[in-house]
């Protein structure tokens, strides 16, 4: 016969074994940022995007074969703090782009139109938006975003906020927006004509063109039409001024936390509604 002792204390350890089983897989799920080799930190997470609903023909599409970019290490870990000043940035920035942003507010004037009946965003400031951003769809980037993501979230400087956006790029691939190899873009996962995270493509993300698709990659009005719904989205007030100090500026800041950026934004969208 058992003693009650023993027995209490084999039932309490029995007890304390069930309890920390789920906790075990679920560190195992994780994938913990920087253990182990990129592989097996990769086979982890691949078992965690399908526990989160994404579909295996979406993880093969976007992880088989994906390796290590230390290229994008080396930039994030070299990151220096925004330092010029309004005058330098925007003199930079604006002037070179002027004549091309007066002709896609022309060329693209239709659309912006109903863009901003839409969203209540101005035209001027979308494109201004596009041309900082990438010089109006010329320079997305090349670098393969799956790649970077998963590169910044196996690393452990900002892990939580790269798997999400890793997550977020494997959605985008199962809801059929794009296919793995054409996502390519900025070193640190943007996408797209006005260089989207993965996370704000799927939330802001529309096909104003209509074929089904919301592609910020080659459709210039899913581009300008998403880039206004963010905007939107957080808060851009119809009607309203969109200089420092005014209402809309904010909702810029929103875009870029840089505020020389917003004013570069602000600057760049009020030469444009100027121009002839």
Not at 6 to 30: G, K, V
Not at 38 to 49: G, P, V
Not at 132 to 151: C, Y
Not at 152 to 171: H, K, S, T
Request: one cysteine or more.
């Amino acid at each position: 016969m058992i003693p009650k002792t023993f027995r209490r204390l084999c039932e309490a350890l029995a007890l304390a074994s069930a309890l920390m089983l789920p906790a075990t897989f679920a560190l195992a799920a994780s994938a913990p940022c920087g253990t182990g080799s990129f592989d097996s930190w990769l086979s982890a997470f691949k078992t965690e995007a399908a526990s989160k609903g994404i579909s295996q023909n979406a993880i093969n599409a976007g992880l088989s074969g994906v390796t290590l970019d230390q290229s994008v290490l080396t930039r994030d870990h070299s990151q220096k703090v925004f330092s010029q000043s309004f005058e330098e940035f925007s003199g930079r920035m604006v002037p070179p782009r002027m004549t091309r942003g007066s002709n896609a507010l022309k060329q693209y004037g239709s659309v912006l139109g109903r863009i901003e009946t839409a969203y209540g965003v101005p035209g001027e400031v979308i494109v201004a938006i596009w041309g900082l951003e990438t010089d109006f769809g010329v320079n997305n980037g090349k670098f393969q975003t799956v790649r970077s993501l998963a590169t910044l979230a196996y690393d452990c400087r900002r892990a939580d906020e790269f798997r999400n956006e890793l997550l977020e790029a494997l959605r985008i691939i199962d809801r059929g927006d794009l296919q793995a190899s054409e996502m390519r873009g900025a070193w640190a996962g943007e996408l797209g004509q006005t260089q989207f995270m993965p996370s704000s493509w799927m939330k802001y993300a529309v096909d104003f063109d209509g074929n089904g698709r919301r592609d910020l990659l080659h459709s210039a009005p899913d581009v300008l039409a998403s880039t206004a719904n963010y905007l939107a989205g957080y808060g851009w007030q119809r009607g309203k001024d969109y200089q420092p100090g005014a209402p809309n500026f904010a909702v810029l800041q929103q875009w870029n936390k840089s505020e020389v950026y917003a004013k570069t934004i602000a600057y760049f969208a009020s030469q444009l509604a100027k121009a002839p």
